[in-house]
Each structure stands twice: as structure tokens, then as C-alpha cells.
């Protein structure tokens, strides 16, 4: 929420609960319920300030004068925490917290088997970021699923033998192993899995990071009904963070 707009309905919400001289408008409100609802209005306006000390609302929470047996008593104590938000908007403490882009970790040996695969991960791991920032959550759910692909298969192709001993591993028709740059990303987590280079929790969480990117086919994403929101993405994003942590960490096996 903007400053403006939130300095707006904290002072809106403040002269609704008490007059110029900070007396409680008792008479304004018939019961407790009214009160009360009143007091999950201002909550809710709290909520969407982005700032505010997590520790005005915890403190809002569990203040024991909103059990109060009495309007007036929470009707003060709910135009105490207003008035603090004010002050900390206001002041210009206020502020929206800085969207950081965090760089990759050190991929180069993961990606060592592929010339130039590194600096194209390095820029879509910062390209996923900037996605989520402007709330492109479709495009950065389809960059994540390709960052986990390139990596899975740069890992297949730095230990190809073990790969290809997976039961998992894909045969063509004519009984042939498939190449592995070939290998869907399902085949590809399945075998990582398999053979330890990924936790087998995180092939699972894996598979539903695959089927999130999927929706990069349109058809996909009116079937699914994909409505992916930043919620999802931070979801996606730690999947992705701790299995890229996995495949590093495999890679101390490898001479």
C-alpha cells in the first residue's frame, strides 16, 4: 500500500473511533461486536502497510484490553495502535522494503560440461527475480523449471554412466538408451533422485515445479487453472534454491 493511501485510511479510521480531543466514540458504536469488527477493519488496514514492525501488530494481537469487557477500553487502546502507525508512517520510517536481486551461487563447476551454460543460468536466476518484483509470476515459475532442467541435465552429463544405470533412465524403441540431452525434466529429476544426486523429498517437490512450469504450453494453463501468485513462486524458489544446494553438493563425489 502507498504512503499516501495508508496515511489516508489510518486517519479515516481514527476519526471513526475517536473525536479531535481523543475521546472514544463510545456512542457510535451499539455493542462489543461492532467494536470488535471495527478493530479486524483497522487489522486488516495494518496488514497491507508495508513496514510496519512486525511487532505493532504481534503487540496488537496479544493486547488483553481488546478482551475487555467494556467499548471504551478497546476503543482507546485500538486508537493507541493507529495513532503509532501514523507516527511511523508519517515520520518517513515509512518505506517499501527494497526488492534485492540475489546472485546464483557458484555454478561453474556444475556447468562445466556446457560451454556458456553458466552465464545463461547466472541470467536467468536474476531474470526469475525480476519476474516475481513485478509480479510476472507465470514467467518466473517458467524460468525456475528451466534453471532446474539445465542443471539437472548438466549434472546427468558430468557422471553419464551413473545416469544411465538408473532404472529410470529412458530407452527408445528399439530398446536403445535415449541421449541425454534428450531426457524430459520428469526423467531427469527421477534419475537424480535415484541416484542420490537430488534428496528424494526434493525430486517430489521437484515434480510439482515441473508441472507448475508446464503451464509455458497455454493449453496447460487453462487446463490446470494456474493462478500462481507470489506465494507460489517463494514456494517454487526454495525447492529450486535447496535442490541447486543438492547438486552442488553431489559434485563432491566427482573427481
Known amino acids: 500500500m502507498e504512503k499516501v493511501q495508508a496515511l489516508h485510511l489510518l486517519k479515516t479510521a481514527l476519526a471513526e473511533i475517536s473525536d479531535p480531543r481523543g475521546i472514544a466514540k463510545v456512542d457510535d458504536f451499539s455493542g462489543l461486536r461492532e467494536v470488535d469488527a471495527k478493530v479486524r477493519e483497522v487489522r486488516m488496514i495494518l496488514e497491507s502497510v508495508d513496514g510496519l514492525p512486525n511487532s505493532l501488530l504481534e503487540s496488537m494481537f ?40 540475489h546472485s546464483p551461487p557458484d555454478l561453474s563447476k556444475l556447468t562445466s560440461s556446457v560451454p556458456g551454460l553458466k552465464d545463461e543460468i547466472d541470467k536467468r536466476w536474476k531474470e526469475a527475480q525480476k519476474c516475481v518484483h513485478v509480479a510476472a ?26 545416469a ?21 525434466l520428469n526423467t531427469l529429476i527421477e534419475v537424480s533422485a535415484d541416484v542420490g544426486w537430488i ?41 529450486l534454491d535447496a535442490s541447486v544446494g543438492d547438486l552442488l553438493e553431489s559434485l563432491q563425489s566427482v573427481s
Not at 488483553?64 to 508519517?90: H, T
Request: charged share 25%.
Open 199 to 239: 534428496k528424494t523429498d526434493r525430486g517430489k517437490f521437484s515434480h510439482a515445479l515441473r508441472d507448475s512450469r508446464n503451464v509455458v504450453h497455454p493449453w496447460q494453463a487453462v487446463m490446470s487453472r494456474a493462478n500462481f501468485d507470489e506465494s507460489t513462486c517463494k514456494t517454487s524458489w526454495s525447492v
Open 164 to 184: 544411465y544405470q538408473s532404472p529410470h533412465a529412458p530407452k527408445g524403441k528399439d530398446g536403445k538408451p535415449i541421449a541425454l540431452q534428450n531426457w524430459t
Open 137 to 162: 509470476y507465470t514467467s518466473a515459475i517458467i524460468l525456475m523449471g528451466s534453471i532446474l532442467e539445465g542443471l539437472l541435465l548438466a549434472r546427468a552429463q558430468l557422471s553419464v554412466s551413473t
Open 62 to 101: 496479544n493486547d488483553l484490553d481488546f478482551q475487555a469487557n467494556s467499548r471504551r477500553v478497546r476503543l482507546e487502546a485500538l486508537a493507541g495502535y493507529v495513532k503509532s502507525a501514523l507516527k511511523f508512517v508519517d515520520t518517513g520510517a515509512f518505506q517499501k522494503p527494497k526488492k534485492q536481486i
